[in-house]
């Protein structure tokens, strides 16, 4: 009699767990929308996010992660980032990290579509300008399996190509394919940060 009542009873339980956690999801989605257009994460720093930034996941790896967040941005706040020569700049171990470079534009033949499972890149053209191809990964093609050791993978296929100048930053999860250091014209300089954070 117990175990005829018991299974019934754990039906209720799941069906109006899922039904509460569907809510929640919904809701969840517009508390990320709001808390993300506050920018109170930013800590003061005065650049903005590129419009390509999907918002639900970097809410989600900000607050597991949020104190490699705080520091990647404080980074960018309390440096003179034009002084900066190129190189490898430690933040926080291998959990955050920042590579500086300062080179020519790329011709669009001449760069690739790629993305990391392991970290996710924050990327600010710091002067200069270039384009960024961003795709998702499930609409490219592998050309180059991921290599662990050198925590990428290559792609080919379509994308959209965004101007990249100051002022802005995009952020690339491990879902998102991105084409970087295409030229707008010239091979001009480009002098460029990428922070390296740990991917939740």
């Known amino acids: 009699m117990k175990k005829k009542l018991l299974l019934p009873l754990l039906l209720v339980i799941f069906s109006g767990g ?34 390509t930034v999907d918002v639900q996941e970097f809410s989600r790896q900000y607050h597991a992660n949020k104190k490699y967040w705080d520091e990647a941005f404080a980074f960018l706040k309390n440096q003179d980032l034009t002084k900066l020569k190129p190189g490898k700049y430690p933040i926080d171990g291998d959990y955050v990290y920042a590579f500086v470079t300062d080179d020519p534009t790329k011709d669009y033949d001449q760069s690739k579509w790629e993305s990391h499972r392991k970290y996710i890149d924050l990327q600010y053209v710091i002067s200069g300008e270039e384009k960024i191809g961003v795709a998702p990964v499930a609409d490219v093609k592998v050309t180059e399996p991921y290599d662990a050791e050198k925590d990428i993978a290559h792609y080919s296929g379509p994308g959209k190509l965004y101007r990249a100048k100051p002022g802005t930053f995009f952020i690339f999860f491990p879902g998102t394919a991105h084409r970087p250091n295409i030229t707008t014209g010239g091979n001009k300089p480009d002098q460029k940060i990428v922070i390296k954070v740990r991917s939740m």
Do not use: D
């Open 18 to 51: 899922f039904l509460q956690t569907k809510a929640q999801s919904t809701a969840s989605k517009k508390e990320n929308e709001k808390w993300f257009k506050k920018q109170e994460w930013l800590g003061g720093l005065k650049l903005q996010p590129h419009s």
